[in-house]
RNA sequence: GGGCCCGUAGCGCAGCCUGGAUAGCGCGGCAGCCUUCUAAGCUGUAGGUCACGGGUUCAAAUCCCGUCGGGCCCGCCA
């Protein structure tokens, strides 16, 4: 609607000034203050040829601008244009949210991308910098479904590293018995068995045997690893599915190793996208030679296989990537693995059942910023492999590190004690409970609880840009007030309940009368399909967070000044068209966002 | 040696891609608003050399070059 309004202004501006349509509509904003719904600033573009200054330009073509059925009026300020919609457009544009509903800024069905996130070691649990990954890659999940890709959301398990074969060793020969959470007490398992390889040369030896051992598979230590990764998995995936986080599919490191592993090496070699040196320090290797930004590195070549004909950790990954594009015959097969809250199965390589999983036209992995420079280098052997396309849609959402306020989260000097995804939920969840309201029952507290500090940190970890180092403090993660995830529940619980007192239908009346601030609340529900897919292609959501925002506050203001239940009979039913297209779009971004919704608060 | 990211009010952030109207928001401060659809809210107010220096432009927080401060990366580790 709004674009359709747009579109069609910019056609009339490019009519009475020679610019063309597209340079006409790029010459629209969206202004800020009451500068109207549509400011026009072409008479910048116009005036270097025109040779006049850009407000006589403005004040001359505004009065050819007139007579589109959407706009009131068109006033000259200065050197801008800006138009000012009647209240035929607002009531239109209500309509088509009201009618459109749940799809209301669904995009146009586009290819099937693969979201890889957080591919946490399977052997701790989830702390604070893992969450941001996974509540990044889950919202950007979201919102590219929304712009209609068709997504599929996996999980990297690298059940094959040290990591895990020191925790092994600790499960096998420490002596404690499991207790608790799985993934907390093997974490702990971990810290003791890493503290202790810093001085025990024996141990360290047992280990290197035990992660040889798992690499040739089909043995005891790497069918007891394969089991550990897993039940550490599921116990992750409850901290997952506890901040409303899902998968499609989990791919183990083991499987690649057996399934695509040699086709993928087969055909990197049989390319001349790497190439076998035979002298030198790098003689026996393969590597790839680096161009573009790489050239002037003091060594721009990057061994993707050893001498001894192993896979570097990279020369592994461009496999696993070749894969998600679709350019190897093999095939994984799944079992499923666990059932999620949203009522899907999530599956797991090391099955026997097919399933599509994969051939993707566009990949977006979300790993941490340290890994750009490895990240870069597949994408260039993409290229090398004259896959150019696919080089293109290859997309590393780079984010920053969370750490605390004086040191890093290390896995292995257990530094994230105390500051698990686990802990920091239920500290969140406590919080909230206490500020419920006495009237509500108590056994109401625990689910509005729940979805609040749930809200509260998914908010909170979502809302900044991923380029920013995030440096974790209680009260800014679990704020409750103001800019926080609250904020945003308690405006659409507050607007589901006006909805539900009301007896009557909401129906939008051709005779209203705007106010601003309904004005600017129905302007403001206009932008969410322009930025459902700025958000998307950008792979932003905090976009998304930072619209909820705004939505919300106008709400606000429109709640506090426009009363709709004890408004006349004139008003009520057209008001209540506000408020439930206002529900409708803060429901919608809510849902990109991962954000429970609370039944009351 | 090379590359990437960050620097906006006391604190935490948005805006930068695509340059334009008074640089927005939250927390904290100060002053108000609950017999009125839920005060996890609303209103008002104070608080800014947009790190610094150049350049491009009619116009720079935004684009370009350089400098400084903070973080990260460049391994036959993962």
């Known amino acids: ?199 025990d040369q024996k141990l360290q030896a047992e280990t290197r045997e035990m992660l040889k051992k798992m690499e040739e598979g089909n043995n005891e230590i790497s069918k007891k690893a394969r089991w550990i990764a897993e039940e550490c998995v599921k116990a992750q995936y409850q901290t997952d599915f506890s901040y409303s986080i899902f998968h499609d599919g989990m791919i183990f490191e083991s499987d690649i190793m057996h399934t695509i592993f040699h086709e993928g090496i087969e055909m990197l070699k049989s390319s001349n996208a790497i190439i076998l ?132 989260f290390s896995g292995r000097a257990g530094t994230w004690k105390g500051y698990t995804a686990d802990e920091l939920l239920a500290e969140s969840v406590r919080r909230a409970k206490e500020k419920i309201s006495k009237e509500v029952p108590e056994n109401e507290k625990d689910g509005i609880a729940r979805a609040v500090g749930e809200g509260a940190i998914r908010y909170s970890f979502v809302r900044t840009t991923p380029e920013k180092k995030l440096i974790f403090k209680w009260e800014e993660a679990l704020s409750l007030e103001g800019n926080s995830g609250p904020y945003l529940q308690y405006a659409y619980v507050r607007a589901r309940k006006i909805m539900e007192k009301a007896e009557d239908k909401p129906s939008v009346s051709a005779k209203y009368s705007f106010q601003p601030e309904e004005r600017k609340l129905i302007r403001e529900l206009c932008v969410f399909v322009e930025l459902v897919e700025r958000s998307a292609s950008a792979f932003r959501p905090h976009m998304l967070a930072d619209y909820s925002y705004m939505l919300a506050d106008m709400f606000s203001k429109f709640y506090t000044l426009c009363p709709v239940l004890k408004a006349e009979e004139g008003l009520r039913k057209t008001r209540l068209g506000i408020v439930k297209a206002f529900e409708i779009v803060l429901g919608n971004s809510l849902c990109i966002l991962g954000m429970a919704i609370p039944e009351k608060m």
């Open 1 to 199: 609607m709004f674009l359709k309004a747009k579109k069609e202004i910019a056609k009339i501006i490019s009519r009475a000034s020679g610019l063309t349509e597209e340079e006409a509509f790029s010459s629209l904003e969206m202004p800020k203050g009451e500068f109207g719904d549509l400011a026009c600033k072409a008479a910048f573009l116009l005036a270097p040829w025109q040779k006049k200054n850009p407000a006589q330009i403005a004040a001359e073509l505004v009065p050819k601008l007139k007579g589109h059925k959407w706009v009131e009026k068109v006033e000259p300020a200065g050197p801008y244009m800006n138009f000012f919609f009647n209240d035929k457009f607002y009531a239109s544009a209500l309509k088509e949210v009201l009618k459109t509903g749940k799809s209301y800024g669904k995009g146009k069905k586009k290819g099937k991308v693969m979201v890889e996130f957080p591919s946490v070691n399977p052997n701790k649990p989830w702390h604070a910098g893992h969450l941001r990954n996974a509540i990044i890659g889950d919202s950007v999940a979201r919102v590219l479904a929304h712009a209609g890709w068709e997504v599929e959301s996996i999980d990297y398990i690298d059940d094959l590293g040290l990591q895990v074969a020191q925790s092994l060793w600790g499960y096998m020969h420490l002596g404690n018995k499991p207790s608790g959470k799985f993934d907390h007490w093997l974490g702990m398992q971990y810290v003791e068995v890493a503290k202790r390889m810093e001085t």
């Open 277 to 408: 040196e035979k002298e030198g320090k790098n003689a026996g290797c393969w590597v790839v030679k680096l161009g573009g930004k790489f050239q002037n590195m003091q060594d721009p070549d990057k061994i993707l296989i050893r001498s001894d004909g192993t896979a570097t950790y990279t020369g592994k990954d461009v496999i696993f990537q070749l894969w998600k594009l679709g350019k190897l015959k093999g095939k994984f097969k799944y079992k499923p693995f666990i059932m999620q809250p949203n009522g899907k199965e999530a599956f797991a390589t090391g099955g026997n059942i097919p399933k599509p999983f994969g051939k993707a036209d566009m990949v977006v992995n979300v790993i941490g910023s340290e890994q750009i420079y490895p990240q870069e280098v597949i994408r260039e052997v993409l290229l090398h492999l004259g896959f150019d396309k696919e080089a293109k849609s290859y997309m590393h959402l780079a984010y920053e590190h969370v750490a605390l306020p004086d040191e890093k």
